[in-house]
């Protein structure tokens, strides 16, 4: 009898051991940047832009750039911030399966939210990644909700 008991006990250690592997993990930020962060300041003469991943289906990391810079990647209801000089701005979100862009055009001493989205590819069952504009009222909400990730090694 001590067989099935055994076969139970590794079944469930290998469905958590998938469940963690398949999890997304990114370096967070100290709490005391994190709630500097959600005050929303602004940044004189300059544009400051959030980007937010909210929790969805597609769980796993997927990378953002700003102005095709380094790519940085954020989970499940994770965020970053941008401070850049006011102009037009590109977005880039990537994932294993695509590519989505958004153009922008900041003004200084205004805040902006980006949203890192998914949708269920057309027939194929793929995840494509998305990207669009939060007003302000949704964009800290969301952000609220989420971490501010770390920039260390970027």
């Not at 990114?26 to 959030?50: C, G, H, M, R």
């Not at 965020?79 to 922008?104: C, G, Q, W």
């Not at 590819?121 to 971490?147: C, F, H, W, Y």
Request: aromatic share 10%.
């Amino acid at each position: 009898m001590s067989l099935p008991n055994n076969m139970s006990k590794m079944a469930c250690f290998l469905f958590l051991y998938i469940l963690t592997a398949c999890s997304s993990v990114v370096p967070l930020e100290t709490s005391n940047k994190d709630l500097e962060a959600k005050n929303f300041e602004l940044v004189q003469n300059k544009s400051k832009i959030y980007v937010v991943k909210p929790c969805s289906y597609a769980q796993k990391l997927h990378d953002v750039s700003l102005d095709g810079g380094a790519r940085i990647s954020l989970g499940c209801q994770n965020y970053t911030v941008f401070v850049t000089d006011p102009s037009e701005h590109v977005f880039s979100v990537f994932s294993s399966e695509n590519r989505a862009m958004l153009k922008i055009v900041t003004k200084p001493d205004e805040v902006y939210f980006i949203e890192m989205g998914w949708k269920i590819g057309s027939g194929t069952g793929d995840v494509k990644a998305t990207v669009s504009i939060l007003n302000t009222k949704d964009g800290m909400k969301t952000v609220r909700e989420s971490q501010l990730i770390s920039l260390d090694g970027y």
